[in-house]
């Protein structure tokens, strides 16, 4: 049985932490911009201390970037904790999860993407709890903040006993817009979302989906992070 966190609500408080890479140069008023949406829309924020620090592509060191984590988790103010994108190491904290320590904790939502799928995958499949495939903290901090990326708020914030259906968006972008000290554009969607079968094929499938990067979560495969049961 899955355990879902308690729903989002406004006024609740929202942790950054950094447990791959952390933020620097530009994006560093680009966070700002995100906290300050982040805060428009009615949650708070506190930030962890390494957040703003980023040495060969990580935060801090790998116990710190856990214990960091952990902090936040523990933190009963804390409903909800967003990393401010991925990276390329957060593999590194998975040997310090305590998961007896985790288990006896309230579940709480982490949402993220890229890098941030090593952590949602490792603690839906040991832990039995939901965590979010979405947006990370950064891309909150647009001019105009996509309505896919306020979608997955609406998600978060849903009682027990709802549903919700979710759908493609219609465009993707090639590439990430430039990011200046004061201009942070939102996505450019301009490449059209086709869905193919490989055998060219239609395939109808039921089950509980888990998601996240791929290119992660293939490197988790049959360790003892992955634990899968297949029925």
Same mark, same amino acid.
């Given at each position: 049985?899955?355990?879902?966190?308690?729903?989002?609500?406004?006024?609740?408080?929202?942790?950054?932490?950094?447990?791959?890479?952390?933020?620097?140069?530009?994006?560093?008023?680009?966070?700002?911009?995100?906290?300050?949406?982040?805060?428009?829309?009615?949650?708070?924020?506190?930030? $962890?201390?390494?957040?703003?620090?980023?040495?060969?592509?990580?935060?801090?060191?790998?116990?710190?970037?856990?214990?960091?984590?952990?902090?936040?988790?523990?933190?009963?103010?804390?409903?909800?904790?967003?990393?401010?994108?991925?990276?390329?190491?957060?593999?590194?904290?998975?040997?310090?999860?305590?998961?007896?320590?985790?288990?006896?904790?309230?579940?709480?939502?982490?949402?993220?993407?890229?890098?941030?799928?090593?952590?949602?995958? $490792?603690?839906?499949?040991?832990?039995?709890?939901? $965590?979010?495939?979405?947006?990370?903290?950064?891309?909150?901090?647009?001019?105009?903040?996509?309505?896919?990326?306020?979608?997955?708020?609406?998600?978060?914030?849903?009682?027990?006993?709802?549903?919700?259906?979710? $759908?493609?968006?219609?465009?993707?972008?090639?590439?990430?817009?430039?990011?200046?000290?004061?201009?942070?554009?939102?996505?450019?969607?301009?490449?059209?979302?086709?869905?193919?079968?490989?055998?060219?094929?239609?395939?109808?499938?039921?089950?509980?989906?888990?998601?996240?990067?791929?290119?992660?979560?293939?490197?988790?495969?049959?360790?003892?992070?992955?634990?899968?049961?297949?029925?």
């Amino acid at each position: 049985m899955i355990k879902y966190p308690l729903p989002l609500k406004k006024g609740d408080t929202i942790g950054i932490c950094a447990p791959s890479s952390g933020v620097k140069g530009v994006f560093l008023n680009k966070l700002d911009y995100a906290i300050k949406n982040l805060n428009s829309l009615g949650y708070e924020c506190i930030e $962890t201390n390494s957040v703003r620090q980023n040495n060969k592509a990580v935060s801090t060191s790998a116990k710190a970037r856990y214990e960091e984590f952990m902090s936040l988790y523990k933190n009963p103010k804390v409903k909800a904790v967003i990393p401010p994108w991925g990276g390329e190491f957060l593999m590194d904290i998975l040997p310090y999860i305590d998961f007896k320590a985790l288990k006896k904790l309230p579940t709480k939502w982490i949402l993220g993407f890229s890098d941030t799928s090593t952590l949602l995958f $490792t603690l839906t499949t040991n832990l039995n709890m939901a $965590t979010a495939h979405g947006p990370n903290c950064l891309d909150f901090g647009f001019e105009s903040v996509d309505s896919s990326v306020l979608k997955v708020l609406e998600i978060l914030i849903l009682e027990k006993g709802r549903s919700f259906k979710q $759908t493609n968006l219609e465009k993707f972008q090639k590439e990430w817009p430039e990011v200046k000290e004061d201009v942070f554009p939102s996505y450019n969607l301009t490449e059209k979302v086709i869905w193919k079968s490989l055998d060219n094929k239609s395939h109808e499938f039921r089950g509980r989906l888990i998601g996240g990067c791929m290119d992660v979560i293939c490197k988790i495969i049959g360790t003892p992070y992955d634990d899968v049961k297949i029925t």
